[in-house]
Structures are given as C-alpha cells and as structure tokens.
C-alpha cells in the first residue's frame, strides 16, 4: 500500500512509503510538488502527522484566529488536488516515532518542541520485538508529560528573541554565540527566576509564547545566549538524567525541535551510552515518522 506521510506549516514536507519503505522525502509548496509526489506513487492513504481536532481546540480557547481552516486537513487536501483517504497521529507521538528509524530494540525518546497538539515535552519508551508491521510488540507508550503553556521550545525562542533575533529562525544563530565566556551569573539567577523547580519537568512562572518582553534588555546579546544555554543544557539533562535512572535504559533519542540544538546533544552522549538524533528532529521529520507510527513497525530499508 502506498502512504504519504505529510506535514504543514513552514516545514511542510511529504514522504512516500511502499507499506514500510520509505521512497522518497522532500518539501513541498504547490500543487506542483504534490504532482511530483502523485508521479512517484498516487497515494491510497495520506497519515497527517498532529491531531487537527485537538490543535484546533488549543488554538480556538488560546483565542487564536482561524482555527478551523488552519486545520481543516480535508479542505487541505482536497486544495492539494490529493483524493485519497486521511487519518492521523499525534504530534508528539509522531516526533516519538523516530525510534523506528532505529536500530534500537528498547530506548527512552525525549520529545521537546515548542507547542504539539497540547504537550511541549513529553517522554516515551519505545519497545521492539518484531520486524513486521502492526505487531502487538512494537510499542511507543508515554511516560511523562508537560503540556503548554510550559516549553522549552517557547523559552529558548522567547530568550532568542530577547537578543534581537528572530524566534523561530535564529536559534542556530543563537547557540552558535553561546560560548560559555559570556556566561553572566546575575542573568543566571534572573533566568532561573522564571523557572518553577521540578523533579523532571520543565515548568515556567510565565507564559513564555507572549516571550519575556525587556526583562533582558540591559545583557548583552552574548551573554543572554551563553547563559540561556547553559540554563537549556541543565533542564534537559535533569529530565534526561531521572528518566534513565528511573527506567534503567541507556539508548536516548531526542526528537522535536529542541533537539536540533548540538550543545545539548553532546552533553547528554556523556549521560547516555548510545544516543541518536534523526537527521531532521523537526516537524518536516515527522513526515516519515507518522507514518511508522501509524504502522506500528520499524522502517524497511534499501
């Protein structure tokens, strides 16, 4: 069977499958891409890679404009010229997913984003037993959860704003002049204050997706970055540090916009025997994850 897993958004992205197999993956814009896709292989099911329903939800009570267009996946769709049936999976549980791009029989998966459906962080414990789709022994259950208003993705973004940069485009920028002699230990203190303390979870005084407003604006731009990262670094690593002490497992995946940031991958290769990063953690990844997560199976390869 031929699926199309597909994102939207500014990563809009779309993979095709034969059954497991992955085909091909690229961005699209148009419809000409879309006839690009249709060239390859028509689909006969397309797996959406959020909860329309429930992201709506979050939007419509946020009083946030459009709420139903914006996830009308049907409309979509039909605007694409795609004529096939749609289902879905969870945000969250799509970023999980990639442990079936793995070799991992067992690991822990630390999903952190800005905002899925609800949840902005979210831990997960990938089991697999069985190389054949839909079989009952492939599992992705969820351990833990944060939901919004509290994210690490809305923090870093919010500081990289905070700097002069631009969120949501600038965070490798951003961690880029993160080096650590710009650490300020008064900005430090002011960073921490927005943080309410949790065994694990990242939980925040402030709703970070109205960002921090002048409250940095006598630092430097240096120094917000080092020290924000630095703060970044230890959140991550406390709720990595509990979860394999609490579990036992020592395979780590990170997936979901966060896990772009290198500092925090080469921090927690020193807590964890093996850790893996998808190429692409983000929500264009998850283009090919929502549709072994849909399947239940580990991906085939060539």
């Avoid at 946030?64 to 289902?87: A, E, M």
């Avoid at 916009?257 to 500092?263: I, P, R, W």
């Amino acid at each position: 069977m031929i699926y199309w897993g597909m994102s939207s958004g500014h990563d809009a992205t779309l993979s095709i499958f034969h059954n497991n197999l992955l085909i091909d993956s690229f961005r699209y814009t148009s419809i000409k891409d879309i006839e690009k896709a249709k060239n390859i292989a028509p689909p006969e099911k397309v797996v959406w890679f959020e909860n329309p329903y429930l992201k709506g939800l979050r939007q419509m009570r946020a009083g946030q404009p459009n709420f139903i267009s914006r996830n009308n996946v049907s409309k979509i769709l039909k605007d694409l010229g795609i004529k096939c049936p749609w289902t879905y999976v969870s945000h969250h549980g799509a970023h999980a997913a990639a442990f079936y791009q793995t070799d991992f029989r067992e690991a822990l998966i630390f999903v952190m984003d800005s905002i899925g459906e609800y949840n902005c962080t979210s831990v997960w414990k990938g089991t697999s037993k069985a190389l054949y789709m839909g079989h009952k022994e492939n599992k992705l259950k969820c351990l833990g959860k944060q939901n919004y208003p509290d994210s690490l993705g809305l923090f870093y973004s919010s500081m990289v704003k905070a700097s002069g940069l631009i969120p949501n485009k600038d965070e490798s920028l951003f961690e880029s002049i993160s080096n650590k002699i710009y650490f300020n230990r008064y900005l430090y203190r002011d960073i921490q204050s927005m943080i309410i303390p949790h065994i694990w979870r990242p939980i925040f005084v402030d709703n970070l997706h109205r960002g921090v407003g002048n409250k940095f604006s006598s630092y430097k731009q240096e120094e917000i970055a080092a020290t924000t990262q630095i703060v970044f670094e230890e959140i991550v690593l406390k709720m990595c540090n509990y979860w394999i002490n609490k579990t036992g497992i020592t395979n780590v995946i990170l997936s979901g916009g966060c896990a772009h940031n290198k500092g925090i991958q080469n921090k927690l290769k020193e807590l964890a025997a093996n850790v893996w990063v998808p190429a692409d953690p983000g929500d264009s990844g998850s283009s090919i994850s929502c549709v072994l997560k849909y399947l239940k199976t580990k991906i085939k390869k060539k």
